[in-house]
């Protein structure tokens, strides 16, 4: 009989524990975020219940460096210089780097910014390899594609300026980063396009128009409201509210007007270590990615471009090597969310959707 009221009692400190641990994190065990509205004057706080939520299928063990496979994979590469791998430094002295960035064209081709190989790695929805393209700066970190296959790289910290590349792979020409609105290289968080103009984001908040497609240089650099989305109807900013309660907010500012459109306030639910991602489709969906922690993983957050109301949620598998990048996750014009994954062995392309 004592046996018996000693396991009850056991077992009634285990659920108040777990009760005490859920009420002390906020967290909901549906791992859904519930949302609230507000006017466009004040930021709406949203908790995402309303939204669809989907859970990427790989789940790495948690001793594991390495990326499961599974369905979403598009392409694998290994580590190195041939036509399937991409370049991995390990230096002595200084940062490890993998691959700094990629994007996808209006073709739905993905393309790699492999700049230990000085090189764009390209590969079609299938995962079949296209010719790379050779990388005219010293230390790119970031690229775009424009409709017509024309290319903007960026180099901030040797060159500091954005390199125009043909479709053919010829250079164009080259635009100075430092000048009116930039300082200097290193501010620089981002390279975008505004119609044929390329823009670059400073410091994650406005940016600066620089020139023009054709390597033509504006020499009024005007400054602009933030990063210009894909359906030219905005621009964004994004920051973290509070990491620890798991807050970020978006703000978007129409692109014609410059009226401001809304403020959101987004809760995950989890404490955020860094955004991960801030774009829009073709369509005016906008996508909002964020590292949360308990348990490492990135959420993104789609979002209806009039007003920021959520229309889904997924849940990706976080980076978890050290390695320096820039972008890991980039979003196609009609939408899909390709991902870069890491590991020892070497990297797998994965295309997610919202739900």
Request: with cysteine; hydrophobic share 40%.
């Amino acid at each position: 009989m004592r046996r018996w009221w000693v396991g009850l009692a056991v077992i009634g400190v285990v659920a108040a524990v777990a009760v005490w641990r859920l009420w002390r994190t906020g967290e909901d065990p549906t791992g859904e975020v519930r949302v609230a509205s507000a006017p466009d004057s004040t930021p709406a706080v949203a908790t995402l219940s309303g939204a669809k939520t989907k859970t990427a299928a790989e789940k790495p063990d948690a001793g594991s460096t390495a990326p499961a496979r599974s369905k979403n994979t598009v392409a694998t590469f290994g580590w190195g210089s041939g036509e399937d791998q991409l370049g991995r430094d390990r230096p002595q002295e200084g940062n490890p780097e993998a691959p700094m960035s990629l994007t996808v064209d209006s073709k739905g081709n993905t393309w790699v910014l492999d700049q230990v190989n000085k090189r764009l790695v390209r590969v079609d929805r299938q995962g079949r390899r296209l010719s790379p393209i050779a990388v005219p700066v010293q230390a790119a970190q970031d690229v775009v594609v424009a409709p017509d296959g024309t290319t903007a790289v960026i180099d901030r910290l040797v060159d500091k300026s954005v390199a125009i590349i043909a479709p053919d792979g010829t250079l164009v020409g080259e635009l100075p980063l430092v000048g009116k609105g930039m300082p200097e290289g290193g501010a620089a968080t981002g390279v975008f396009l505004d119609g044929d103009s390329v823009v670059v984001e400073r410091a994650h908040g406005d940016s600066v128009k620089l020139g023009s497609l054709r390597g033509v240089k504006d020499p009024e650099r005007p400054q602009l409201p933030g990063r210009p989305t894909r359906d030219a109807q905005s621009y964004l900013t994004a920051s973290i509210g509070k990491a620890r309660a798991g807050t970020v907010l978006l703000t978007a500012i129409d692109s014609s007007t410059r009226a401001h459109r809304f403020t959101r306030e987004y809760s995950l639910q989890r404490p955020v270590r860094a955004l991960m991602l801030l774009d829009g489709d073709r369509h005016g969906v906008l996508y909002l990615g964020a590292l949360v922690t308990d348990p490492e993983v990135v959420t993104v957050l789609c979002l209806d471009g009039r007003d920021g109301h959520p229309l889904g949620q997924l849940q990706v598998p976080a980076n978890v090597s050290a390695d320096e990048t820039f972008r890991e996750l980039a979003i196609s014009d009609d939408g899909e969310i390709y991902a870069l994954m890491r590991s020892e062995e070497g990297a797998e392309l994965r295309r997610f959707t919202c739900p």
